[in-house]
């Protein structure tokens, strides 16, 4: 088996991110967080396995203050050029989340494109005692999903396929349990014959069990919505958005 180069893979996954969440659905869910949570100008933002920084990036064009942290480089590397290019006050860093900790606390804290469901039920419950105490009295957490169980066993698709930028993709997933979970292995297959082979995990928790986690942490559930601010969440729907409050 033989590795896709570096760049050219790279590139494709910034167009399965664009075809799965659109520029669209990111301006949507930014106009959504600045009034809903009144953010105004040089509050702050933890965006934390930030990606790319399409939140972070955008959110920085408002006026906010945000820290954008994942733990690859490529990642960090590019949301501190595009940053510096803009003038944006961003600042990224390097860290892989679980052992994030800042001095400083924050109005909002937020988890998107699924990445909380990268975690088991100990990670996550560190990670969320970790939010808790880095948010500013009365502060808030966002968290977006589509590996929830209300969401992920209804919409679960055993195999899957398509075409992006040449590349052909092809999924190959299972729920198992003990603790649930879906695991999904993703071949990539190249234009000129070259392949990869990835392991994906996602755990799957329950709103209920999503709560009693949140709970423990120190932050009460707000609501959970299917559309930011508009629509709220009902079973089977793609994404969810939950909002919880520092106690």
């Not at 679980?98 to 988890?111: G, H, P, Q, R």
């Not at 990445?115 to 968290?143: C, H, Q, R, W, Y």
């Not at 899957?160 to 299972?174: E, M, N, Q």
């Not at 423990?216 to 958005?241: C, D, Q, T």
Request: with cysteine.
């Amino acid at each position: 088996m033989s590795n896709i180069n570096d760049t050219y893979f790279d590139g494709y996954y910034k167009e399965i991110w664009r075809t799965f969440i659109p520029d669209e659905l990111t301006v949507k869910e930014v106009d959504f967080m600045i009034p809903f949570f009144n953010l105004q100008p040089g509050d702050k933002v933890l965006d934390l396995m930030c990606g790319y920084g399409r939140h972070a990036l955008a959110l920085a064009q408002k006026g906010i203050a945000v820290t954008a942290v994942d733990n690859l480089p490529v990642y960090v590397n590019e949301i501190k050029a595009k940053a510096v290019a803009a003038g944006l006050p961003v600042h990224a860093e390097l860290c892989a989340v679980l052992d994030y900790s800042a001095t400083e606390k924050f109005n909002l804290v937020i988890c998107m494109g699924n990445s909380l469901n990268f975690f088991n039920a100990t990670d996550t419950a560190k990670l969320l005692a970790n939010i808790a105490g880095m948010l500013k009295e009365g502060g808030a957490v966002l968290i977006n999903s589509w590996s929830i169980a209300e969401i992920a066993f209804k919409n679960f698709r055993e195999k899957g396929w398509s075409t992006i930028a040449g590349i052909k993709f092809l999924t190959d997933s299972k729920i198992l349990f003990s603790p649930t979970r879906m695991e999904t292995e993703s071949t990539m297959i190249a234009p000129d014959g070259n392949t990869e082979v990835k392991l994906a995990i996602d755990y799957i928790f329950s709103l209920n069990e999503m709560e009693s986690m949140l709970n423990k942490a120190g932050l009460r559930l707000n609501e959970v919505y299917s559309i930011p601010g508009r629509k709220k969440f009902s079973v089977g729907e793609p994404r969810a958005y939950i909002i919880a409050e520092k106690m």
